[in-house]
């Protein structure tokens, strides 16, 4: 079964400081999304990583994914408060109906 | 921008009682999942639809689900009876076609089995 794991699982941080949250899978893949979930709400795509060495950015986040090493990072540069959230990353296993395997995902709290 | 709809947002239900949640999802896509997400843990993968029948499933999807595309439009998941453990939030997800595997994902239901 594919596992994707995401670390850390809470992330507490101080406004203004960076951060990074690791995805790791334990799969071949070449597709890897990052969602944000505010609580009690559906899953807002972030990005869409499609090939190895893929880096997109949007604002304050960065993602990148490196299939080789079956990674892919989720960089926050100086965060504010609106950026607190629970993000997932999710793979896809594109041989088998394209079903997304999520991570445990990571509770972010940007503290004032 | 089309959007991924489900309904009801809430569903409140007792332990045995069947259950409908229902989806539209966008209008030109070919491509329906249902996902699950138990309070604070992780988003599963229940089944994915194509062409009017089932293309895979998980393991959580057994005997006691079962989907849908009655019509040209709606989507539906049917729990037969419900146990405590069902209680979560249901997403379905839509996808365009065999190119393009971004999944758009609904707003959820959340189900609770008292």
């Known amino acids: 079964e594919l596992k994707v794991e995401q670390n850390p699982l809470f992330l507490s941080m101080q406004e203004g400081k960076n951060y990074t949250i690791y995805c790791n899978y334990s799969?071949?893949?070449?597709?890897l999304y990052w969602y944000r979930q505010d609580p009690g709400k559906s899953l807002e795509s972030l990005f869409v990583?499609?090939?190895?060495?893929a880096v997109k950015q949007e604002g304050r986040l960065m993602a990148s994914l490196d299939t080789k090493a079956r990674l892919s990072t989720l960089h926050i540069t100086a965060a504010v408060h609106d950026l607190s959230a629970t993000y997932f990353c999710a793979v896809v296993r594109t041989n088998t109906g394209n079903q997304f395997y999520f991570g445990t995902g990571t509770s972010l709290t940007v503290i004032p | 921008e089309p959007e991924v709809t489900q309904t009801p947002s809430h569903q409140v239900t007792q332990m045995g009682q069947e259950v409908i949640l229902r989806c539209v999802p966008i209008?030109?896509?070919?491509?329906f999942y249902w996902y699950r997400q138990i309070l604070g843990q992780k988003v599963e993968f229940l089944v994915s639809f194509y062409n009017n029948e089932i293309s895979e499933k998980s393991e959580i999807f057994d005997d006691q689900f079962s989907v849908e595309r009655p019509d040209g439009s709606n989507f539906t998941l049917k729990i037969r009876s419900t146990k405590l453990e069902d209680s979560a939030m249901y997403f379905c997800?839509?996808?365009?076609?065999?190119?393009?595997?971004?999944?758009?994902f609904g707003p959820g239901t959340r189900l609770t089995v008292t």
């Open positions: 209008s030109n896509h070919l491509y």
């Open positions: 997800a839509s996808r365009r076609d065999r190119g393009n595997h971004e999944q758009y």
């Open positions: 990583l499609l090939s190895n060495g």
């Open positions: 799969t071949t893949s070449d597709r």
